[in-house]
C-alpha cells in the first residue's frame, strides 16, 4: 500500500464516514473518475494534487459531521481553489476536512452534487441542492 501523504487518511472500513462514501460512489457509477476514499485536512489542502477537472466534493467537520456538498467544473486544481472560496465563508468557520469525488469530464457535476446531497440527508451548510433534472 502506498503511504498517504500528512493530513491525509484513509476512511476505514465499517465507519460511518466511509459507508456515507462508499453509498455515494456508487450513486455516481460510472460518472465517477476514480474511488478515492480518503479524508483530506484542510490545513493538507494545499499539497492536493488532484489532476481532476470535475468534482462532487464532501465538506466537514470531527469524525462524521458532514456540512455541506458541493461541485466544480472550473479545471485543474478546482476542488482546491472552490474550498478556499468556501473557507471565507463565516458559516464553514467549523469545517476542518474534504472528501473529493473525482468526476469524469462528461459527468454532469451539478447534478451529481444533488443526487450526493439528498442521497446523504442533504447537509447543514448546503442551502441548496441541485434538483433532479425532468427527462423525456
Known amino acids: 500500500m502506498t503511504e498517504l501523504p500528512p493530513g ?6 465499517g465507519t460511518p464516514l466511509r459507508r456515507s462514501y462508499d453509498l455515494a460512489a456508487d450513486a ?3 460518472r465517477l ?7 483530506i485536512a484542510l490545513w493538507a489542502l494545499s499539497d492536493y494534487a ?4 470535475k ?3 464532501l465538506l466537514g467537520t470531527g469524525t462524521f459531521d458532514l456540512l455541506y456538498t458541493g461541485s466544480t ?6 476542488v482546491r481553489a ?10 464553514k468557520a ?6 473529493v469525488f473525482p468526476m469524469r469530464r462528461d459527468a454532469d457535476v451539478e447534478q451529481a452534487e444533488g443526487e450526493v446531497g439528498r442521497l446523504l440527508g442533504r447537509p447543514r451548510l448546503s442551502r441548496r441542492i441541485p434538483r433532479p433534472r425532468l427527462t423525456g
Not at 473518475?33 to 479524508?39: A, D, E, F, G
Not at 472552490?82 to 458559516?91: A, K, L, S, W
Request: charged letters at 30%; proline letters at 7%; zero cysteines.
Open 55 to 57: 468534482a462532487v466534493y
Open 50 to 53: 488532484g489532476e481532476e477537472h
Open 8 to 13: 491525509t487518511a484513509a476512511l476505514p472500513l
Open 33 to 39: 473518475l476514480r474511488r478515492q476514499p480518503v479524508k
Open 28 to 30: 455516481l457509477a460510472d
Open 73 to 78: 467544473g472550473r479545471g485543474v486544481g478546482t
Open 82 to 91: 472552490r474550498v478556499y472560496e468556501h473557507r471565507r465563508d463565516p458559516r
Open 94 to 99: 467549523e469545517v476542518t476536512w474534504v472528501l
